[in-house]
């Protein structure tokens, strides 16, 4: 199978600290794939990255086997934080406005809010909606342009149970349409449910890769966790 992103030696310093140091990882296409690590590992950094907002130190990056240009921009959709929807418009108004900004047709808005869940509720004002909807109108609008893939950081981070579930069900969703999701999680439980494939962070370097069930079955689990709780 093809690497949807390929990254080689990969290493980003901040003044003193390293967040990133010759991280070398495949994303397999049709993966979900998880970058798992504690706090300060160097997730956001790598993902930063190779969506092109954050210039690294050494190291290079391939996605769908070209370097980084508009047309390859084109097929990634990325959800890095959560967006601030207007409160009084609906979820389908907030669409709207995020697809003219992709330079979107109107008519992908509609496909997308039902791949999201909230067809039933795109008239309702965003304000109402409770954490896991927010968060799912927010995976739509990356959603917007029909990405072949789809990059996630921590995205049920401050959510209720409710809401972890709902997204972690969309995330296998949004998957079983074909497309690759690459995900930064600090949670291991997150990535053993959801994902296919891992990488373990810790302190910016590479503890471990592979299919999710191989590294659980050969590392220990609190090398994996990085020995936080
Ligand atoms: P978190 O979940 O807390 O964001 P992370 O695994 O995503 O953690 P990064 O945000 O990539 O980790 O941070 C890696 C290291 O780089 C950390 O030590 C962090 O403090 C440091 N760092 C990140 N951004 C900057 C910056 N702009 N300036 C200085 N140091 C930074």
């Known amino acids: 199978m093809a690497n949807v992103l390929d990254i080689q030696g990969l290493s980003k310093r901040y003044k003193s600290v390293q967040a990133l140091d010759q991280l070398s990882i495949s994303v397999p296409e049709g993966s979900i794939y998880g970058l798992l690590g504690p706090n300060g590992s160097g997730k956001t950094t790598t993902l930063g990255i190779v969506l092109d907002v954050i210039n690294p130190t050494a190291g290079t990056f391939q996605w769908f086997g070209q370097p980084l240009s508009k047309e390859t921009k084109r097929r990634i959709g990325a959800l890095l934080e959560t967006p601030n929807f207007y409160p009084y418009l609906t979820g389908l108004q907030n669409l709207k406005i995020v697809a003219d900004i992709k330079r979107v047709d109107h008519s992908q808005v509609q496909t997308v809010l039902e791949t999201v869940g909230l067809a039933n509720r795109q008239h309702n004002d965003f304000k109402g909606y409770s954490l896991g909807m927010k968060q799912r109108l927010a995976i739509g609008a990356a959603l917007l342009g029909n990405p072949e893939v789809l990059v996630l950081d921590e995205p049920t981070n401050g959510l209720d149970p409710e809401g972890i579930a709902e997204v972690r069900e969309l995330i296998l969703n949004v998957a079983k349409q074909g497309k690759t999701i690459l995900l930064a999680s600090h949670l ?28 659980m079955s050969a590392h220990d689990l609190v090398i994996i966790n990085g020995g936080a709780p």
Do not use: F, Q
């Not at 910016?204 to 592979?210: C, D, I």
């Open 188 to 215: 291991l439980d997150e990535v053993e449910k959801v994902c296919t494939h891992m990488a373990v962070l810790r302190a910016g370097h590479l503890k471990a890769e592979g299919p999710v069930g191989t590294i």
